[in-house]
């Protein structure tokens, strides 16, 4: 077993991954393929390899379970796409497939571009728009529109945007902590708890309004609604899609705008793109397959800025893991950005490249922005498909640009996002940018 230099006594290698995380498994990865430290006492075992990090979340996947994490979580808001673990994971996958199928995918981009667009109409030529807060807004009433797409559903869009802010920033850290703290009357636990229940509230409210209409309004709510879930299990499947579906799309599109200030080159080349594919008119689904380079982009910044930077496993039995062998019980860990920042599977890995070249056997083996099996993002296509979206609504008319003297820098929290992001909209048809 090879064990981290550095390890402090009781306190093992904790303070240093608290004080920088992402350099300290930068340099985990430079010291081999499978390495351990120690959380506290914790011992826990860093996967560097793409082969081996490809057993762990493929082909061994029935060998590795969720770890405490995710068990707290659960005991949050239940089981849920996003935190449930085997078989549950698998039975509510097959039924939510068919709600992420392409001709719904295609349905919902209409809802994207109405909704970035009316964000985006408040802007004003000149103005500072602290982009990171204004994206974050917008993939969470995009996620909220096409989960209660129906008229009957319209009213509870703004309260469950309303609400699960509080909620979701209480989640990472109840999930991270001893469950006792959540008992503690502190004025955080007093507001997610009164928010918590305010979004049951209005879900539940939703759901059974659903049930009575019996109709299929084409939004995510409705396929719930039609298979075999319990009201429960809806509620929690919706806190889970709205969970998923706000801060990584939203990292990523902030960082991907900041990407394309920094690059000029790369956004004259995007914009050309989509003058010539639009032709001055609104995106539709059809136009996605046709807007190549903008996929490149968003790809580019989904390796470069990868939101999820650690996945954590349990291993169920003894697994063979290279030349170590992880005993039942032992914590596993899988750093996404340290993988795809290893210069020796990406050269010169911080550049941002669209047209870096990414063989068949990267993408399935080194570059996993979505995680791979079992667990692998199920809204995947709903998720690309915002962000292509965005891009091209925002950039058809406006111009973000870096306010000069601000440093963007990148900030570990629940996700690896930048801490902020100041940025001056600029009308295309002007000199100012």
């Known amino acids: 077993m090879r064990v981290a230099a550095g390890r402090m006594p009781l306190l093992g290698h904790g303070p240093a991954m608290a004080r920088d995380p992402m350099r300290f498994l930068r340099r985990l990865r430079d010291q081999g393929d499978v ?13 560097n390899s793409p082969e081996l990090i490809r057993r762990v979340l493929v082909t061994d996947a029935h060998r590795f379970g969720r770890n405490r994490i995710f068990a707290n979580a659960r005991q949050l808001f239940g089981d849920g796409l996003a935190t449930a673990d085997e078989p549950v994971r698998m039975r509510q996958r097959r039924i939510m497939q068919p709600a992420f199928h392409r001709d719904r995918t ?17 802007w004003r030529a000149g103005e500072v728009v602290v982009l990171d807060r204004e994206v ?21 869009v703004g309260e469950v945007c309303r609400s699960l802010g509080p909620v979701l920033d209480g989640i990472t850290k109840r999930a991270m902590l001893p469950a006792v703290y959540e008992r503690i009357p502190t004025p955080g636990n007093r507001r997610f708890d009164a928010a918590l229940r305010w979004f049951t509230t209005i879900v539940d409210d939703v759901t059974k309004a659903y049930r009575d209409s019996g109709a299929d309004h084409g939004d995510l709510l409705s396929m719930l609604v039609a298979s075999p879930m319990t009201d429960a299990e809806i509620r929690t499947q919706v806190l889970n899609i709205l969970m998923a579906g706000t801060d990584t ?29 639009l032709g001055g008119r609104p995106v539709t689904a059809a136009d996605l397959p046709r807007l190549s380079y903008v996929d490149r982009v968003v790809a580019g910044t989904v390796r470069r800025h990868t939101p999820v930077w650690l996945l954590m496993r349990k291993a169920l039995e003894p697994v063979r893991l290279g030349d170590v062998t992880i005993d039942a019980g032992a914590q596993v860990m899988i750093s996404l950005p340290t993988l795809h920042r290893d210069p020796d599977l990406f050269p010169d890995p911080m550049r941002f490249d669209p047209d870096r070249p990414l063989d068949e056997q990267a993408r399935t083996s080194a570059l996993v922005p979505f995680g791979a099996g079992r667990h692998r993002c199920t809204g995947e296509a709903f998720a690309m498909a915002e962000m292509t979206t965005a891009l091209v609504t925002v950039s058809r008319n406006w111009v973000p640009n870096p306010v000069p003297g601000h440093r963007v820098r990148e900030v570990t929290r ?20």
């Open 106 to 122: 295609d349905a919902y981009v209409d809802i994207m571009r109405t909704e970035i667009q009316r964000f985006v109409d408040r």
């Open 249 to 277: 799309t939203a990292i990523t599109l902030s960082w991907a705008f900041h990407e394309l200030a920094v690059n000029p080159p790369v956004r004259r080349r995007m914009l050309a793109e989509i003058d010539t594919v």
């Open 136 to 156: 974050s807004r917008i993939t969470l009433a995009v996620t909220a529109k096409a989960l209660f797409r129906a008229d009957l559903g319209s009213a509870a």
């Open 35 to 47: 390495v351990t430290c120690c959380l506290g006492t914790v011992p826990v075992h860093q996967i």
């Open 414 to 433: 629940a996700f690896l996002r930048p801490d902020a992001l100041p940025m001056t909209v600029y009308r295309r048809n002007t000199r100012n940018w």
